[in-house]
């Protein structure tokens, strides 16, 4: 699905060892991801009545530990929540997947147990309505810098990466819906004159499983201080 290509993971070595990846495994680690979200959701053993982000991502790291333990393909990785940002340690990124007792190798960068592979932002679809809150939350935040998008745009995530993801837990509506909707609050902040927003910044739909309930969207923003521009994955998974 985000993969370029079907080709199955291949690696050389084995756990303790170096093990090689190609550029585009960061987008089968995705796929994987996406796989593993309504599996996740639907497990009868979960506890259906946490709707907070941090105990869901807690959930979600738990189950993605043992999915990846017993997968022919990602044995090697473990996934953390809340880690610090390996450029701003003052910050914390929701989730996070690393090596597990092996190196990692891709396009020539070596990744330890100590260096996240992707930081990944996860987000409640709507934003808890509470005085401090903006319900425009997946994008940016009039209270503060604690927007999804907004954080990426500045450096305040991934300054050390050019392509991370984000999850959305969508508790009412659909995907299509908020779809439109996040479109539109980046329309507003294009016509506002809102600075560093374009309509470069929209998300494409690529694909919505209705049956699976699980989306998938692509965007890529311009940064602050002369970053790079970093180019994100949108996984929604529909919890209702």
Known sequence: MLADSPDAITKSGTLGRDVHLAATSRLRLLDFILEQLPLWRDRPDRRKNETAETPLTSQLCAHLNSAARHSEGWDFLQFRVEEP??????????????????????????????????????????????????????????????????????????????????????????????????????????????????VGDFLQLQDDDSEQRVAFLRSTHARDKGLPDIELRHLWLEMN
Not at 148 to 159: D, L, P, T
């Open 85 to 198: 940002d390996e450029q701003r340690r003052n910050r914390k990124v929701d989730l996070v997947p690393a090596p597990c007792d092996a190196c990692v190798w891709i396009e020539g960068r070596r990744h330890t147990d100590f260096d996240p592979l992707l930081p990944i932002e996860c987000k409640r679809l709507p934003t808890p309505a509470e005085a401090d809150r903006d319900e425009r939350e997946y994008v940016i935040s009039r209270h503060a810098s604690t927007g999804g998008i907004q954080r990426f745009k500045a450096g305040h995530h991934a300054a050390a990466h050019t392509f991370a993801a984000m999850i959305a837990y969508v508790q009412q509506e659909t995907a299509v819906f908020w779809d439109a909707r996040v479109r539109q609050w980046i329309q507003d902040l294009v016509d506002s004159g809102q600075p560093g927003w374009s």
